[in-house]
């Protein structure tokens, strides 16, 4: 199918292989392996309070994944080919954990008190907007602030990396510590 979609609340999805768009916003959903890879729209979109592990995203012109708040995404591969701009990754709302997963370019993350950690990536940089968020023990050339990021409010972050940003769109306001 080019895009899979359900009625369902809670939505499993174990070891599936997907050609094309797997839009599940606003379900909890549980993936565990399996590959997912679409042009234009996320290849896997999950709603708050889902739980993704082992899978292989991969995408053109937009994420690999967009996520919502409260939810675990580990031990997954983001591979982003002529992205346009967009991140490999979207995550939107809070308490989400971010751990040990492989990475091309940049993800976005914006709400409060998620935790991104142990990731490896080759070019790695965040957009980052909220607060409370704990950024440590990644792998990579450093984080990045970019113009479109923003940065502010009790953050954490754990090198090693780089660490830098722009005056304007980085509030180090003496509560960043790293």
Do not use: K
Not at 6 to 14: E, P
Not at 17 to 24: F, I, K, S, Y
């Amino acid at each position: 199918e080019d895009s899979v979609g359900s009625d369902r609340h809670l939505v499993t999805l174990d070891r599936i292989r997907a050609g094309g768009a797997v839009l599940l916003g606003d379900r909890h959903v549980t993936v565990t392996g399996g590959r997912f890879s679409s042009m234009f729209e996320p290849s896997l979109q999950i709603g708050a309070n889902s739980r993704v592990t082992g899978a292989d995203l991969g995408c053109v012109e937009t994420p690999c994944l967009s996520a919502r708040g409260s939810s675990l995404i580990r031990g997954c591969t983001f591979l982003d080919v002529s992205n346009g701009g967009a991140p490999a990754v979207s995550i939107w709302g809070d308490a989400t954990i971010f751990e040990g997963n492989i990475f091309e370019d940049w993800i976005s993350i914006s709400g409060n008190d998620n935790v991104v950690a142990r990731n490896i990536s080759e070019r790695f940089y965040f957009e980052i907007a909220g607060t409370r968020n704990v950024i440590e023990n990644n792998i990579g050339p450093g984080i990045v602030f970019e113009d479109t990021g923003n940065f502010f409010g009790n953050n954490r972050v754990a090198l090693p990396g780089g660490f830098s940003g722009t005056d304007g769109n980085v509030d180090w306001g003496g509560n960043v510590t790293y």
